[in-house]
C-alpha cells in the first residue's frame, strides 16, 4: 500500500497560489491584493497545507472554520490580522470561508529597498495565529485605507514610481500595524500580566525541581511554549510590560537564584554552574560578572 505523502505544497509564486485559489492572475507577479471572499478554499485541488515563498498579511473576520498556523488552530470570528513571512507552514479545514483581504508581498519586490533588510525587525511575522493583531473600528479604517492606495496603485498604469509608491505603502502599513500592537499590548495588560506571573512560577518551578540538571539551562521557546505563545511574541509583551525580554528575565532569574546558592550552601562555582544548567563554569562566570561586575568568587567572598 503507497504511503500517502503529507509534504506540504510550496507555493514559489504569487500567480500560482493564485491560480490554485480559483483567482484571476494578477496584475503584478511580485505583490497582489486579495479579497477573500473569493478565494475557493476547500476544492480538491487545493492542498491541506502548505508553505508560501513570499509574505502573506490577512485580515480576516467571519470565518466559518478555521485556519492551522504552526500547530494551532485559530477561530477568527471576532477579526484579526496575521502577518507570515516565506517557509511558515500554513493550513485550512475544508469548511474555512473568508472574508477581509490579503496582501501577498515577495522578497524579490521590496529587494534592494531599506524594507527588504528591516521587514525582519518587525516582530509580528514571528507571532502564532492566536497572537492575531485585533483592530478597533478606527484602526481598521486606517489599515483598510492603506490597502485602498496599494489596489489603487495596481490597478494604475505601471511607471517608474509604482514601485517606490507600494513599497511606500507596504512599510507604512507595518508601521501602523505596529503602533497596533504596542496598543495591543497595553489593552491587555490585565491578562500579560498574568502571563508574567505563571511564566515567574515556571522559571521558579524550574530551579526548585532541579529540571536544570536534565534539560540545561531555561530557553525562550521552553517558556513560550509553556504558555502557549510564541518566543517572539512572548518577549515583545514582557518587553511592552517590563522593559526586559524574556531573555533577560531568564538572566535575571539565573543570577537571583546564583546568588542563592553562593550565599547559603558550599557549593562550589563549578557546581553552581552545572546546578544551574550551565555546560561550562566559564560561561557562568562570564554572565555573572556582566551583570553584577563581579566573579562568583568575589560576589561569595562579600559576604563572608
Known amino acids: 500500500m503507497k504511503k500517502e505523502d503529507k509534504t506540504p505544497h510550496r507555493f514559489s509564486s504569487i500567480p500560482e497560489l493564485a491560480r490554485v485559489m480559483g483567482l484571476p492572475k494578477p496584475l503584478n507577479p511580485m505583490v497582489a491584493l486579495v479579497d477573500n471572499t473569493k478565494i475557493a478554499v476547500g476544492k480538491e485541488n487545493f492542498p491541506s497545507s502548505f508553505v508560501l515563498d513570499f509574505y502573506k498579511i490577512s485580515y480576516k473576520t467571519g470565518l466559518a472554520g478555521k485556519i492551522k498556523y504552526g500547530q494551532s488552530y485559530y477561530d477568527f470570528d471576532d477579526g484579526g490580522m496575521v502577518y507570515t513571512s516565506p517557509n511558515q507552514l500554513l493550513a485550512v479545514d475544508d469548511e474555512t470561508e473568508y472574508k477581509g483581504y490579503t496582501l501577498l508581498v515577495h522578497p524579490d519586490f521590496i529587494r534592494g529597498y531599506p524594507l527588504g533588510k528591516n521587514i525582519k525587525n518587525y516582530g509580528f511575522f514571528s507571532y502564532e495565529a492566536n497572537e492575531a493583531l485585533h483592530l478597533s473600528d478606527k484602526e481598521r479604517a486606517i489599515i483598510f485605507g492603506i490597502l485602498k492606495n496599494i489596489d489603487t496603485e495596481l490597478q494604475s498604469a505601471i511607471d517608474d514610481f509604482s514601485q517606490d509608491v507600494i513599497v511606500s505603502y507596504i512599510e507604512v502599513l507595518l508601521n501602523y500595524s505596529n503602533r497596533f500592537y504596542k496598543r495591543q499590548f497595553i489593552t491587555r495588560k490585565g491578562v500579560n500580566h498574568d502571563l508574567l506571573a505563571k511564566m515567574e512560577q515556571l522559571l521558579g518551578e524550574y530551579f526548585e525541581k532541579e529540571e536544570s540538571l536534565d534539560k540545561g539551562l531555561p530557553t525562550v521557546e521552553y517558556l513560550a511554549g509553556r504558555l502557549n505563545l510564541s518566543p517572539r511574541y512572548l518577549s515583545d509583551m514582557l518587553?511592552?510590560?517590563?522593559?526586559?525580554?524574556?531573555?533577560?528575565?531568564?538572566?535575571?532569574?539565573?543570577?537571583?537564584?546564583?546568588?542563592?546558592?553562593?550565599?547559603?550552601?558550599?557549593?562550589?562555582?563549578?557546581?553552581?554552574?552545572?546546578?544551574?544548567g550551565f555546560e561550562h563554569p566559564q560561561s557562568f562566570n562570564k554572565l555573572f560578572k556582566q551583570k553584577t561586575t563581579l566573579t562568583p568568587i568575589e560576589f561569595k567572598q562579600s559576604f563572608n
Open 239 to 276: 518587553r511592552s510590560l517590563t522593559g526586559q525580554s524574556a531573555q533577560q528575565h531568564i538572566h535575571e532569574k539565573l543570577i537571583g537564584k546564583a546568588k542563592e546558592y553562593l550565599t547559603a550552601t558550599s557549593l562550589s562555582v563549578a557546581e553552581i554552574a552545572y546546578q544551574l
